[in-house]
């Protein structure tokens, strides 16, 4: 079975706090080479990738479907009634690879969850849609889960670090450089990015840039 991955995707001012070092154009060309990495990723493991997007949007021939209602509010629309499985991963997570999302595919859960930093869900995988509410903004990580133990949905945690790491700030590039092996690492390379020192660790910096 081809399970329908949803990537939800803003491609209108995304990534601001990658603003002190990419103009607004960069942040738009660096937002969608990542998801370009996601979409690869899920086509690697066989199944559908679907972006679900703030503005319109085109990537080869991935069907793309405009956000008219909140986030929550429209996944919920397609569990409703649906029994089939659903897959839900963020459009940031540039280290996602094959290997990574085939682990959130078959935990064995009816519920697998991917967290995120600081609280929020990088990614889930629902057995049937339709046992399933979106609980995103805030902590979200943590309401997923009460909702799934709840429901008495059998609930599995993901310890994936390639899909604990969405791409946010700066200091989260060196991770690009270090694990992506696709477009978003040869875009910062064409870009003027580097691997440097920094006092007492690695991070990247910008050709001209200190």
Same mark, same amino acid.
């Given at each position: 079975?081809?399970?329908?991955?949803?990537?939800?995707?803003?491609?209108?001012?995304?990534?601001?706090?990658?603003?002190?070092?990419?103009?607004?154009?960069?942040?738009?060309?660096?937002?969608?080479?990542?998801?370009?990495?996601?979409?690869?990723?899920?086509?690697?493991?066989?199944?559908?990738?679907?972006?679900?997007?703030?503005?319109?949007?085109?990537?080869?021939?991935?069907? %793309?479907?405009?956000?008219?209602?909140?986030?929550?509010?429209?996944?919920?629309?397609?569990?409703?009634?649906?029994?089939?499985?659903?897959?839900?991963?963020?459009? /940031?997570?540039?280290?996602?690879?094959?290997?990574?999302?085939?682990?959130?595919?078959?935990?064995?859960?009816?519920?697998?969850?991917?967290?995120?930093?600081?609280?929020?869900?990088?990614?889930?995988?629902?057995?049937?849609?339709?046992?399933?509410?979106?609980?995103?903004?805030?902590?979200?990580?943590?309401?997923?889960?009460?909702?799934?133990?709840?429901?008495?949905?059998?609930?599995?945690?993901?310890?994936?670090?390639?899909?604990?790491?969405?791409?946010?700030?700066?200091? /989260?590039?060196?991770? %690009?450089?270090?694990?992506?092996?696709?477009?978003?690492?040869?875009?910062?390379?064409?870009?003027?990015?580097?691997?440097?020192?920094?006092?007492?660790?690695?991070?990247?910096?910008?050709?001209?840039?200190?």
């Amino acid at each position: 079975m081809r399970i329908p991955v949803v990537i939800p995707y803003k491609p209108t001012d995304p990534k601001t706090r990658l603003s002190c070092i990419l103009t607004d154009e960069e942040r738009q060309s660096f937002a969608y080479t990542m998801l370009r990495d996601v979409v690869d990723a899920v086509k690697a493991t066989g199944c559908s990738p679907l972006i679900l997007s703030t503005a319109p949007v085109q990537l080869d021939d991935v069907p %793309v479907r405009i956000l008219k209602e909140e986030l929550n509010e429209t996944i919920n629309g397609f569990c409703d009634g649906n029994e089939e499985p659903l897959a839900i991963v963020m459009a /940031d997570l540039a280290l996602a690879d094959r290997s990574s999302i085939l682990a959130l595919l078959t935990s064995g859960g009816d519920l697998a969850i991917a967290p995120g930093r600081g609280g929020g869900t990088n990614a889930i995988y629902i057995r049937s849609a339709q046992m399933f509410r979106a609980q995103y903004y805030g902590m979200s990580y943590e309401k997923h889960v009460r909702y799934g133990t709840d429901a008495g949905l059998m609930v599995k945690i993901i310890d994936s670090f390639r899909l604990y790491c969405d791409i946010d700030e700066q200091d /989260d590039l060196i991770e %690009v450089f270090i694990h992506n092996h696709g477009h978003s690492r040869k875009w910062l390379i064409d870009h003027g990015f580097e691997i440097a020192m920094k006092k007492s660790r690695i991070g990247v910096k910008r050709q001209g840039i200190q």
